[in-house]
């Protein structure tokens, strides 16, 4: 795993400073903006002037905020960081990764049983002003980034404001939003959305079935499948493209080909629809007796499912799944989608000729439990480059 943060010892912070990290000196214009780093073996330098200083080792930087004896080896140049009093060090943006993501609050309405950041009941609304802050620092070169929690609307205007200011600042950024869509089945709030005009955004929207009572029991909210499905057609009347997504483990696997043609019937305006693999972290872990269902044992429900779509013309992924758990028939369907901070290969990959082109593990799934079938695979490629 790459670590996303770092603590050190810090001098002169009073509260969170926010900055770009910069290996070499700045012109002193924008040194407000960045955070300088020094390794121990950098000479003496003209600090006046930087949001902060980080330094590995320690050294005398008067009244600029510091935060000294800290890693930065995984630190890169453009990156973004915020330090605070504790001196804690944390990456909230990493210009050389693809998997970017603002996490936008700690709250939620729903209470997933296999949630994999499990929510908090605490007032951080205060975070919109850093995400702001945040989206200002961005390299505007930036291809992708998400926005999750938490439930990214509960910050309700703080997340118009939001993608208003990515669209301001970074105009060629696709943003991906996730979202259990509930909070959009206020109509003039998904309209709020739709009015921002944003040239390349997509909302995330789980749906665990196409029975009620199951999707409420997956997320523990009762009236959610109502409030969800109502949410995904306002978006939808607004203009905002949609991603329906499943997750799929022993709660939902049976009925993957019933809830593929309720999506196709009923949400006929869905951009892209995704199968997911169970990532066990949060409430996945203890529910992983009541979630867990090796991948093998539905490969068949999944291919069903999938090639459903495809035949139809609809844009459909399989995410978070090893090769040699699916049929092959829907391998060129599969992504290597588990960000590269938390994404692992197990001994067994050792040797595996498509190993280039499998998603892998999550770095908590690699250490709890994993398929009967994972494999090293030898494999003619040709007919398979677009996995």
Known sequence: MIPLSAYGKAENIHGPIIGRVAFHGVEPSVRNDHVRVLRSSDRAADLCGYAAVLAEGYVTARELPLVHSVSVDHLGPGDVVAVDPRGHVRTLYRRASPHNSIFATDRCNSFCLMCSQPPKNVDDQWRVA?????????????????????????????????????KERLPQTALHILSNGRVFSYRRFAAKLGAVGHPDLMIGVPLYSDIDDRHDYVVQARGAFDETLIGLHNLGAAGVPVEIRVVVHALTWERLPQIAEFVYRNLTFASHVTFMGLEMMGFAVPNLELLW????????????????????????????HQLCTVPETIWPYCRKSISDWKNEYVAACNGCEVREHCGGFFSSVANRRTSRHIQAMAADLTARTEC
């Open 130 to 166: 850093e995400h702001l802050r945040l989206v200002d620092l961005i390299d505007p070169a930036t291809t992708e980034l998400g926005i999750s929690g938490g439930e990214p609307a509960l910050l309700k205007d703080g997340l118009i404001d939001i993608v208003a200011r990515c």
């Open 293 to 320: 269902i090796d991948p093998w044992d539905y490969r068949d429900k999944l291919a069903e499912a999938t090639l459903f779509f495809a035949t139809r013309g609809v844009p459909v992924s399989v995410y978070n």
